[in-house]
């Protein structure tokens, strides 16, 4: 049976109701439904008129106390509970259609089975998803001229998200449940829940594409302007970093934000670091060649990017002199220099402080 779910924009705060065997507490809840009942009952005005309706509350009190605002409201609602004696003949008499409503304390989650209601009013909210499809299945049998069940659906107001709303019944990603619960209360009508389902994974698959786009033109950009460890490791010569082999617990975990800003700023590109041995042994590096007065990642990343070799083992004054006159002929390398087998020419002067 398809089911449309209607979000109401009636927010119920729950954020005061306490636990118990892992669900909120029924005393908690009936406290916490008193103060908006009247109000539920004007928006039933509007959605459940012309149609065979089931409430579902949480104390026997409140049930009562709801049939009567309903009946106030034009209603024909009839109440049962563990204590109706009646029951049985209130349930036929809903059955043959004396009764629009139907309220009760969480007596008829399951073992009872009415197919012509066509729609489910759930004032017992729960995080257990099996309660929840026990109530909303009250309302999907099938039954001659019976097209859906509408799930009216209100907005909990609750300090955690394990709560179950209509997208619990048929969603296994909580990404994809999430959208749902989004979408349907943007659009204020009913919605058929498999569609609403369908567009919610198209939503979240665009949402992670476009996520993931943007990651990659942010990354691309970095990259640009920072060098691969791999290159640096290359150009520097360094096998001792190419043969890295963490051996302690600490080097093996990841790197931390720490040490991964620091490498960007010196001018590496951090997101390849596997481990925090890694990055800490290029810190080490790259502080002693600074003090060498070796040359940085960055002019590393610009020459090489033109066709000079083993950037790395030249030394910071070398290259800015180098760096210095492509600069001044346009950014493009003279020609009286040729880069794959061009060596630099020693550099005699006062210490020059080296930057990242």
């Keep these: 049976m398809p089911i449309k779910a209607q979000t109401i924009p009636l927010q119920l705060d729950l954020r005061g109701v306490g636990a118990r065997a892992g669900d909120y507490s029924n005393e908690g ?7 908006y009942l009247e109000q539920i009952a004007e928006e039933m005005r509007t959605h459940c008129a012309g149609r065979k309706t089931v409430v579902f509350l949480p104390l026997v009190a409140t049930s009562q106390k709801f049939c009567e605002l309903l009946n106030q409201n034009g209603f024909r609602v009839a109440e049962v509970n563990g ?20 309220c009760n304390a969480m007596l008829l989650t399951e073992g009872w089975d009415c197919p012509t209601v066509d729609c489910i009013v759930v004032l017992r909210p729960t995080k257990i998803r099996s309660l929840y499809a026990q109530m909303v299945g009250r309302g999907t049998r099938l039954s001659e001229g019976k097209e859906h069940l509408l799930l009216l659906d209100f907005l909990w107001n609750t300090e955690k998200h394990d709560l179950c709303r209509p997208a619990s019944l048929i969603c296994e990603s909580a990404e994809v449940a999430e959208q749902v619960t989004e979408n349907l209360e943007k659009a204020g009508v009913a919605v058929d829940l498999e569609e609403a389902v369908e567009q919610a994974e198209s939503d979240v698959q665009a949402q992670r594409e476009k996520a993931l786009a943007k990651k990659l033109a942010e990354m691309r950009g970095r990259k640009k302007k ?10 520097i010569q360094a096998e001792d970093l190419a043969n890295y082999v963490p051996a302690f617990g600490w080097e093996m975990s990841p790197a931390s934000d720490k040490q991964l800003a620091a490498l960007e700023k010196y001018g590496i590109f951090p997101d390849e670091v596997e481990c925090s041995g890694k990055a800490q042994k290029l810190l080490d590096k790259l502080a002693k060649r600074r003090i060498e007065g070796l040359t940085t990642p960055k002019q590393i990343r610009f020459l090489e990017s033109r066709g000079f070799q083993h950037v790395g083992t030249w030394t910071f004054s070398e290259t800015k002199k180098l760096i210095d006159r492509i600069a001044g002929n346009g950014w493009r390398v003279p020609g009286d220099i040729t880069p794959h087998s061009y060596k630099p020419q020693p550099v005699q002067s006062s210490f020059e402080a080296i930057p990242f």
Excluded at 29 to 35: I, S, T
Excluded at 83 to 102: I, K, T
Excluded at 226 to 235: A, C, W
Aim: aromatic residues 8%; glycine residues 8%.
């Design 29 to 35: 809840l009936g406290g916490a439904l008193e103060p």
């Design 83 to 102: 204590n109706s004696r009646d029951r049985a003949e209130v349930l036929e008499a809903f059955d043959a259609g004396h009764y629009d409503v139907l």
């Design 226 to 235: 920072l060098v691969d460890p791999l290159q640096f490791e290359m150009s």
